[in-house]
Antibody, heavy 121, light 107 residues
Framework: EVKLVESGGGLVQPGRSLKLSCAAS????????MGWVRQAPGKGLEWIGE????????NYTPSLKDKFTISRDNAQNTLYLQMSKLGSEDTAIYYC??????????????WGQGVMVTVSS | DIQMTQSPASLSASLGETVTIECLAS??????LAWYQQKPGKSPQLLIY???SLQDGVPSRFSGSESGTQYSLEINSLQSEDAATYFC?????????FGAGTKLELK
């Protein structure tokens, strides 16, 4: 069974940094692209970015590229999201997602349960 | 960025009815579209990928289709468990983008 478990969320002050983790199990982690998606309270989904199997390619949504860094540790089956210069607009549930690939195009097929990040003083 | 215009924002339907949700892409995405279902307090679940391919384990009453840059999700014979918010996502180009969502309520 594919399982993705996010951790590291919580309350953080504006301007500070936070690092989220996503522990993967139930599949061969190093065979898949992995990514992050967020959802502000009561709002829609926003794609943050994704990383390929050997970390040689990382794609971001342009507005977050300078604030967020995606990385992975295949030995630990763990995906990370390093977030810096956080503002109230970053308050959201952050989802880790595995991506399947169809003719070279990736789409999230399994999602974690999400972790809440609240940016407030 | 590719814009995904999803409609309607909400709809109400009765058990057993058929509903259709649509997403219009701002440019050609060559069928690289997925549909997700999200229930309150839960993470999204993949229903459809490649515009019309049913994800394993998803009931056959869900189907996807396309006409040009317009993509549709049809749900036949609505069941109570279909009450949820549905999102489309284009994964043809970066950044991937989602539609705003359609909240489906069962009468």
């Amino acid at each position: 069974e594919v399982k993705l478990v996010e951790s590291g969320g919580g309350l953080v002050q504006p301007g500070r940094s936070l690092k989220l983790s996503c522990a993967a199990s139930g599949f061969s982690f190093n065979d898949y692209w992995m990514g992050w998606v967020r959802q502000a309270p009561g709002k829609g989904l926003e794609w943050i970015g994704e990383i390929n199997q050997d970390s040689s390619t990382i794609n971001y949504t342009p507005s977050l590229k300078d604030k967020f860094t995606i990385s992975r540790d295949n030995a630990q089956n763990t995906l990370y999201l390093q977030m810096s210069k956080l503002g109230s607009e970053d308050t959201a549930i952050y989802y880790c997602a595995r991506s399947d690939t169809y003719y070279g195009y990736n789409y999230p097929d399994y999602w974690g349960q999400g972790v809440m990040v609240t940016v407030s003083s | 960025d590719i814009q995904m215009t999803q409609s309607p924002a909400s709809l109400s339907a009765s058990l057993g009815e058929t509903v259709t949700i649509e997403c219009l892409a701002s440019e050609d995405i060559y069928s690289n579209l997925a549909w997700y279902q999200q229930k309150p307090g839960k993470s999204p679940q993949l229903l459809i990928y490649d515009a019309s391919s049913l994800q394993d384990g998803v009931p056959s009453r869900f189907s996807g289709s396309e006409s040009g840059t317009q993509y549709s999700l049809e749900i036949n014979s609505l069941q109570s468990e279909d009450a949820a918010t549905y999102f489309c996502q284009q994964h043809h180009d970066y950044p991937n983008t989602f539609g705003a969502g359609t909240k489906l309520e069962l009468k």
